[in-house]
């Protein structure tokens, strides 16, 4: 038996024999995305390009679970750790079928290019929406569940994740291609790479992706700098090029005059597999001595050990999921779980949760009602059965719906060949005859989003400014004045200030195929709300720093001072929820939770810490989180592992260690801030704590 068919031995000692049979012209057609059989050696033709951002995406009917951004919402780290799972169960089950015919194209493997755990600092970025918000240590906790949910615990990887873009990459999204990220020492080791250190160490995620952008002067797929961090935190899976970043080395960056030079520039410095077409050049860069052997077959061992960690070379049969699996009840009550999870209460003047004894005609109202769209944001599977905002309140409501479109999402008018503000007088029409009226209204993946994937009057998918556009801002006022009690649901992947003063305000992200059942559910009381606000909002786009700066100043809860709208953290239940007695032991929170009202609720007891020293973040940070289910009148005692970093700070050359003796820890539903304590009603709980 070749050694590399020996499944007794390790995946590197594999790799390694296997290099050793193939040729230089066989392990450089190995290492583009479209990778070739190699016959004589058993070696199948694979495509490495697989999304999996929020369910096996891109490649037919999936489970499709909420966008990034609104599992963030949850802080749930068991609800993330499923929907991992899901993906990579799914994505596995249909591998096989696919092989079985032979379709070998791109969003068919099981390497799925997830999840984007870049940092949310700005909220007009349009691919936002695909992260875990503004906070290092939120995006860490919930990127390693999903890591291990994909990968799975078996000796056998179950599908392989990949931690994305790497680094200090969040726009803008119209220039990213040529666009230098200059970032200090500080920001990049505080706030940019943390969350890759940790899913390399702590969930030995399989792949790293480098970004489009330039950090530093670098581009991030060919940076001595970044690849030195990979090594420094023992990285050993491989390293893709997003898709043509090599090729803008020499048509945006400029930094190389050819192709060729540019496939030499990216594997000399360790980018494995080229998403993108420059590595056809790479035999050129190799005869004309700009490449030599030992790099070329460095980078095949990396690319063929994942492959082997997957079992791609084994004659044992791995994971015998059947096909039915796909879209299963289990995964869509998890896609449920987490749409219900995902929700956040931004404002209730005690209209929510509706009283149905109260009310005959509900009026849902928007260009989101009825919108699959709205459920889906980018990068998204392709769900077996929808259920809008529209249907799920039909479907629980036992009176009378009336559904208006009322305007198109942005432009004035529904249908061309009518005057501007068509639907206006219909909307109006089931407003006066409603009892309450439900406004479904917010963006999508049209106009928010990845370049070249969106843009109408945005700029190439990232807002403008952080408001509704016109056509809506028009209908949310017209539904006002009609005096009717007003519910406004927001179905956007980003901050988005709805500006009307409604009675009621929920914010459900992109919320998946559940999302209509899930919203149903909260309006009409049968479950609390209990999202919180994984990034903040702002109340106008003028007042945040230049979109270009990469400077974390007057960014982020940790870093703001002003202009705040909802702060992150922040989301109300149907109940009163307090925390006292906070006790700390070895990065170890105690704190009691008492629910004073009378609703069932889950909240998240979050845990901050403020640092007196001259390095520390200007506010607080969060250290720990935990998602707890109360009934009325109920009281626990709520233990919390907190961050094993909770001390340190990050001086000016980015040196991370404990700097001061001096500590406040906080406890609560929410930030210890006074705008968040205001908008909750309670206060957090604190603790001095001395070192």
């Known amino acids: 038996m070749k050694k590399y068919l020996d499944e007794t031995l390790s995946p590197q000692e594999r790799a390694e024999a296997l ?83 032979g379709d070998v194209d791109k969003f068919k493997g099981i390497t799925l290019w997830a999840p984007n755990i870049n940092i949310f600092r700005d909220p ?94 670098e581009p991030s797929c060919a940076s001595p700098y970044l690849m030195d961090k990979l090594k420094e935190w023992g990285f050993d899976g491989y390293f893709v090029s997003d898709c043509w970043a090599i090729r803008d080395f020499h048509e945006a960056h400029k930094i190389t005059s050819s192709p060729m030079e540019s496939a030499a520039l990216a594997i000399n410095a360790g980018c494995d597999v080229n998403c993108g077409c420059t590595y056809e050049h790479l035999l050129e860069a190799y005869e004309r001595d700009l490449v030599d052997e030992e790099a070329i077959k460095k980078a095949c061992v990396h690319a063929m050990r994942t492959r082997i960690r997957l ?29 219900q999870k995902s929700m956040v209460l931004l404002k209730n003047n005690g209209l929510l949760p509706l009283d149905e004894n109260k009310i005959q005609t509900v009026a849902v109202i928007g260009p989101h009602g009825d919108s699959t769209m709205a459920l889906e944001g980018n990068y998204t599977p392709k769900a077996d059965r929808y259920t809008t905002f529209a249907a799920g309140i039909q479907d629980r409501f036992g009176g009378r719906v009336i559904f208006a479109e009322g305007c198109h999402l942005y432009k004035d008018r529904v249908s061309q060949i009518s005057h501007a503000g068509d639907r206006y007088a219909e909307a109006m029409a089931a407003a006066e005859n409603s009892d309450v009226v439900v406004a479904c209204v917010g963006l999508d993946a049209t106009i928010e989003g990845e370049q070249g994937d969106a843009g109408n009057e945005y700029g190439s998918g990232d807002k403008t400014d952080l408001m509704l556009p ?67 909002f702002y109340e106008d786009a003028d007042a945040l720093p230049d979109y270009e700066d990469y400077s974390m100043k007057n960014r982020t809860y940790r870093y703001v001072s002003g202009n705040v709208l909802y702060p992150f953290g922040y989301g109300l239940t149907y109940s009163k929820v307090r925390c006292g007695d906070l006790a700390y032991s070895d990065f170890t929170a105690e704190v009691d939770i008492e629910n004073t009202g009378s609703f069932e609720v889950q909240e998240v007891v979050q845990v901050y810490i403020k640092d007196r020293c001259e390095h520390a973040v200007p506010n607080h940070k969060l250290c720990g989180f935990e ?58 709980a604190s603790l001095e704590i001395t070192m």
Request: net charge neutral.
């Open 19 to 101: 290099v050793q049979e193939l040729t230089v012209e066989e392990m450089a057609g190995l290492l583009k995305y479209e990778s070739d059989e190699v016959k004589r050696l058993g070696i199948k033709a694979y495509n490495w390009w697989g999304e999996g951002l929020h369910g096996f995406s891109r490649s037919g009917i999936s489970t499709l679970f909420p966008q990034a951004i609104g599992l963030a919402a949850t802080f749930d780290r068991k609800l993330l750790r499923l929907a991992g799972r899901v993906t990579g169960t799914e994505a596995r089950a249909k591998f096989k079928w696919y092989s079985k015919y």
């Open 124 to 217: 007009r970025w349009g691919r936002g929406q695909e992260t875990y918000g503004e906070d290092p240590y939120l995006t860490a906790e919930l990127g390693i569940q999903y890591v291990k949910g994909i990968q799975g615990e078996e000796k056998t990887m179950l599908a392989a994740a990949c931690a994305k873009h790497f680094a200090a990459h969040s726009g803008p999204e119209e220039t990213r291609h040529g666009f230098n990220a200059q970032v200090s020492e500080k920001d990049l080791n505080e706030t940019y790479l943390p969350a890759f250190e940790r899913l390399v160490k702590e969930a030995k995620v399989e792949g790293v992706m480098g970004a489009y952008n330039a950090v530093n002067g």
């Open 311 to 339: 079992g791609m070379l084994d004659s044992t049969q791995h994971f015998d999921i059947p096909y039915t699996a796909v879209c299963c009840k289990q995964h869509k009550e998890a896609s449920l779980e987490a749409a």
């Open 470 to 536: 016109l056509s809506q801002r028009t209908l949310l006022e017209k539904l006002k004045a009609t005096g009717k009690p007003l519910i406004v649901v927001c179905a956007a992947g980003s901050a988005i200030n709805t500006l009307v003063d409604s009675d009621a305000l929920i914010h459900v992200w992109y919320s998946g195929s559940e999302g209509g059942k899930a919203l149903a559910q909260i309006l009409f009381g049968d479950i609390s709300p209990s999202g919180k606000l994984p990034v903040t």
């Open 627 to 684: 998602r707890v289910r109360l009934m009325p009148g109920e009281k626990k005692r709520v233990s919390l592992a907190l961050d094993k970093d909770m001390f340190t700070a990050v001086n000016e050359k980015g040196e991370k260690a404990v700097y001061s003796k001096d500590f406040t820890l906080y406890a609560g539903v929410c930030q210890p801030d006074a705008l968040s304590e205001k908008l909750c009603g309670c206060a957090c």
